[in-house]
């Protein structure tokens, strides 16, 4: 998957609360990272991704430790698109600077702002690397940029320590960023991103942080695994292990499916069913990469739709486009069968806001004015929008001598087909309980989901609003069709990413 693909599933990240954050190495020989979580709000949306061996691999690890009483205070904190996406506080030079990063799966860097960044405005609002204050700074200096979809990141290589926690890696060459060529991170907690893909993705060839973890024999073994918590009553977020896993995470043993490919997290995927039905598309298999960096569960539109479908998910722009129809439509209807001018219709109706060459009555202008200070989920820009399109519709449709009953007919299914920014579609958080299991089939095992754990709860005020977690995306062949199963997915299964063996293994997540 590209770098445009993952930042255009990028859009949204959650607020960090103000706690301090360490990690624990303890006797097992594995290295943890814990995380903590707050609670998401509709602001933060509109900011801005082992079966049978098991025992054969239980004695590679050798004998855990469960204690886990010196974890409290070793938190790391997340990110969000939809509803968590996960990110730590690392530290980079001697005495280290501290910076929250993405610890991302779909990506091979490690970045974070430059003192030197001067004219990206994202810059001033997260931590910024000083190389003149760590004594243990090497210049590289060589000009770099990463691509990111709809736009770039562009900097110079360096070279310093990297503090993860307890554990230190030496020599580390990573990216200060000088410019953002882009919006995505301007509203995000975190500072970077420590990349844990393969070294092939990296621009230049650079060798990730965890690839220097095993060769700098910091750890034991080259594998790593996340377990993500998405209890609401809970602060603890999850926790990503270096070296191993977390027995307490997970039930039963995991199932393995080897790598597809030798330069990305990607494995082959089979049939998605809804409840016990089949979509189709993928029934003689997708790809799928597994990304740390992504919320969401991202996937042909063809399936996607199917599934918003028979959960009740309807996007947001389709909803206030037909609850503008609907409001306004018989008006609409009547002023045309009158004569009146097309383009001063949603001025009079008080959807599009009075201008020079357009006449308002001074009661239409109140409401304008109530409606401006009460606020609205989409402006009265996006009013006057669907308002215009509306009327354009309908007056086509009249051209054609369409009866009243078929041009509201067409209007509604027109407004169905509007594109959805984002790919947000809402759900009626009420009709939760009653809504199908979706389930993933991987390794010719069913993994599936129920409605609570691909639904996204968001809070905005004393409102609860519910988001499908499915959204589309189309990647054509030879890439394609392509799922990315993003955090989602990733807390419902606790999952190893197992390098030494090329493969991905995932278990139900406890």
Known sequence: MSMGIKFLLLAICIWSLPDSLVSTNSSDGLFRIALKKRSLDLKDINAARITSREDLLRRDLGHYNSNFNDLEANIVYLKNYFDTQYYGEIGIGTPWQSFTVVFDTGSSHLWVPSSKCIFSIACYLHSKYRARLSSTYTKIGKHCKIPYGSGYISGFFSQDDVRVGDLLVRNQVFSEVTGEGFF??????????????????????????????????RISQKMFSFWLNRDPTSRLGGEVVFGGLDWRHFRGDHTYVPLTRNDYWQIEMGDILIENESTGLCKYGCAAIIDSGTSLLAGPTAVVAQINHAIGAAGFINMECKSVALKYGNMIWEYLIEGIRPEIICVDLGLCIYNETRRVSPNIASMVQNQTQEGSSVGESAFCTFCEMIVFWVQVQLKQQKAQEKVYKYVDELCEMLPNPLGKSFINCDKMAAMPYISLTIGNKSFPLSPEQYTLVVEEGHTTVCLSGFVPLDVPTPQGPLWVLGDIFLAAYHTVFDFANMRVGFAKAA
């Open 184 to 217: 995505t991170f301007l509203g995000t907690e975190f500072d970077g991103i420590l990349g844990l893909g393969f070294r092939e993705m990296a621009v230049g060839l650079v060798t990730p942080v965890w690839y220097n973890m095993f060769e700098q024999h």
